[in-house]
Structures are given as C-alpha cells and as structure tokens.
C-alpha cells in the first residue's frame, strides 16, 4: 500500500527566506508525487508533480520540489517565501496501475506560515 | 476549459437529517470522480471514487453513500447524519485514461456541520 508522511505540523519562515516543506513516501512501485495547496475554506489547489526524468521539478508560483528516489522522499521547496505563500501544504502519491481510478493519497499536511 | 462546482457550499444539518452534496463538471467527458472529506482542516481521506455511471468504489465504510447518475455528476448522501459526519467535503475530478500521469482537480468544498 502506498502513503505519504508529511512529519511537520507547522512550518514557519521569515519572508525572504527559502522554505521547504517536507514529504516522504513509501510505495511499491514507481510513485508519482503531487504538491497542492490549500487556502482557508477553499479546494486544493496543484502546484507540481514528479512522474519521471529530472529529480528537479518546478511548479506554479515559484514552487520547486526535488525527487529524491534513494531516500523516497519529495520535498517541496522555494528560494524567497512571500507572505502570500502562507497556506496549507499537503503532498500526495499515486501508484500508476491498469485500473484507471487515479486515487491520490495525501499525507496530513504542512501549515506553513510566513512572518513578515 | 474544464469546471468543477459543488454545492452547497456550506451547510448545518441536525443530527439524524439527511444529506445531499452535488458535483458536477464541465467541459470534459468520462471523467473519474472523487469523494474526499477533510476532518478539522487537516488530512483527506478518500471517501468514494468512480469511474463510470453507476460504477461506485468505497474506500472506508460509514455512514454516507455516493451516486453517479450522470457521466459527470456526482453525488453524496447520508439517510441520518451522525456529529462524526461534520467536515469539508471536496469533490475532485481527472482523466479516465490508464495510465493518466496528471493531476486531481478539486471543487471548491463543501463544508457540513452536524449538530
């Protein structure tokens, strides 16, 4: 069964600085890796996604995230946080099948909050 | 381009009422629908998924039941609500292609509170 562990609650980061918010995964199989956002009351929003090729993946509003296989883990990551970034951070995994049903499964999610 | 809309999106409900949340897309066809509730503003867990008409999976057992009378429509329901049903109901939709490599797009929410 695949899952994804999300190990920070809460992140803060000044803004300016870099953040990185933290995933890791554990699946049978070639995983693919997913990053939303969530603002209060509202749906998930994508930001990026690993499937294969470069470990390095870059995504909406300045996100980057590095795959990293030997350590299964997918961290998301951006060199200057804004204030605006300030939201809910949730990483999901898909194990690719024949099914076609497509199911995310999402770790618990990372607040992350950045102080002005 | 493609649209996902659920509704309502917020509503109070006594204990032991009855539910209906409706989702619908636009400007795809065939699509897999997705069920998600998210408890105190924090994990997701998968609730239903199709991939078809009348085609229902469950990921968990529990109170609520889901319906996809149309292609593009999806519904959740409960005869009687339990306090434990309260929380933000998300309808999501992709791609029905095996091997799909993209993304779920989300509604905007559904936010039910039992009392």
């Known amino acids: 069964a695949q899952s994804v562990a999300q190990p920070e609650d809460q992140v803060n980061v000044a803004e300016g600085n870099p953040l990185t918010v933290k995933c890791t995964y554990s699946?049978?199989?070639?995983?693919?890796l997913f990053w939303y956002v969530q603002y209060p009351n509202r749906g998930l929003q994508f930001l990026l996604k690993?499937?294969?090729?470069?470990?390095l993946v870059k995504g909406s509003y300045g996100f980057e995230a590095e795959f990293n296989k030997s350590q299964t883990s997918f961290h998301l990551k951006k060199p200057s946080a804004l204030v605006s970034d300030s939201a809910l951070y949730f990483c999901?995994?898909?194990?690719?099948?024949?099914?076609?049903?497509?199911?995310?499964?999402f770790g618990t999610g990372t607040r992350l909050t950045v102080i002005p | 381009s493609q649209t996902i809309h659920q509704w309502p999106a917020t509503l109070v409900q006594p204990v032991g009422s009855p539910l209906s949340l409706e989702c619908t897309v636009e400007g795809t066809s065939n699509p897999n629908l997705y069920w998600y509730r998210q408890a105190a503003g924090r994990g997701l867990q998968l609730l239903f998924y199709s991939v078809g008409i009348g085609q229902i999976s469950s990921e968990v057992p529990q109170n609520l039941s889901a319906s996809r009378p149309q292609d593009r429509q999806f519904i959740l329901s409960s005869k009687k609500l339990l306090l434990s049903d309260s929380g933000f109901y998300l309808c999501?939709?992709?791609?029905?292609?095996?091997?799909?490599?993209?993304?779920?797009?989300f509604g905007e929410g559904s936010r039910l509170t039992v009392l």
């Open positions: 999501a939709w992709s791609v029905r292609t095996s091997g799909y490599t993209g993304e779920l797009f």
């Open positions: 699946v049978s199989g070639n995983p693919y």
């Open positions: 999901a995994v898909r194990v690719p099948d024949q099914t076609g049903a497509n199911n995310l499964f």
């Open positions: 690993y499937i294969t090729g470069d470990n």
